[in-house]
């Protein structure tokens, strides 16, 4: 079956230490994201790729890195520089940046 | 500023009684209006996409509508498995002429229906 694959489910960060959230979709979609959903808020931006080996800015981009080598592949580290990254971490894809985007089953960030 | 806001915060429904879900938003040239279903711990299940004002989309008790500055989701004859989050985002170019969208969401609706 097609479909996002996020992984893992739950991951505990210990302070000043680097995280990797793991997305990988076989829908052979070229624009992938990643999302940011906190308790009462919306989704919000952090990342996204348009293609492979380029990626831009979203609206909370600080304290995250991003990769895009494989087209089906857009791991998201969460760096000690996020001061705050206790959330729910959701990633997308779609066919092209106006199509509707189709969500993994997120992964779980929590403080230890 | 791009905003979307969506009401009722929460809203409780007993089996069989039909209600709606309005999605309002002020934007900068919409291309798409989206809705999505979230159940806890999941990830949105995309539902339904709106281009222009005047369309309407349906999907078995689910009926999408969108006006030129709100959206409305029918939900009728509801069943207990039809509970959940639903969230709106709209979508914009990130630049003008450009091909780069940005979804912005709504803080979503919390649908519970008794039964």
């Not at chain 1, 990988?24 to 931006?45: C, F, K, S, T, V």
């Not at chain 2, 990130?94 to 940005?102: E, H, Q, R």
Request: charged letters at 20%.
């Amino acid at each position: 079956d097609g479909g996002i694959t996020q992984s893992p489910k739950y991951l505990f960060r210990k302070e000043g230490q680097n995280v990797t959230l793991s997305c990988e979709q076989n829908l052979n979609h070229d624009a992938m994201y990643w999302y940011r959903q906190d308790p009462g808020q919306g989704l919000r931006l952090i990342y996204y790729s348009q293609i492979v080996n380029d990626f831009q800015k979203g609206d909370i981009a600080e304290g995250y890195s991003v990769s895009r080598e494989k087209k089906e592949s857009f791991p998201l580290t969460v760096t000690s520089a996020q001061k705050n990254p206790t959330a729910f971490y959701l990633c997308a894809s779609s066919w092209t940046g106006n199509q509707p985007q189709h969500f993994g089953d997120g992964t779980r960030l929590s403080i230890l | 500023e791009d905003q979307v806001t969506q009401s009722p915060e929460a809203l409780r429904l007993q089996e069989g009684e039909s209600s709606s879900l309005n999605c309002s938003y002020t934007v900068s040239g919409l291309r798409g209006l989206f809705w999505y279903r979230q159940d806890p711990g999941k990830g949105p299940e995309f539902l339904f996409t709106l281009y222009s004002a005047g369309e309407e989309k349906e999907k078995e008790r689910l009926k999408a509508t969108l006006t030129k500055k709100e959206s409305f989701l029918h939900i009728t004859a509801p069943k207990p498995e039809d509970s959940a989050t639903y969230l709106c985002a709209v979508q914009v170019a990130l630049y003008s002429g450009g091909s780069n969208y940005k979804l912005t969401f709504g803080k979503g609706t919390l649908l519970t229906v008794n039964p």
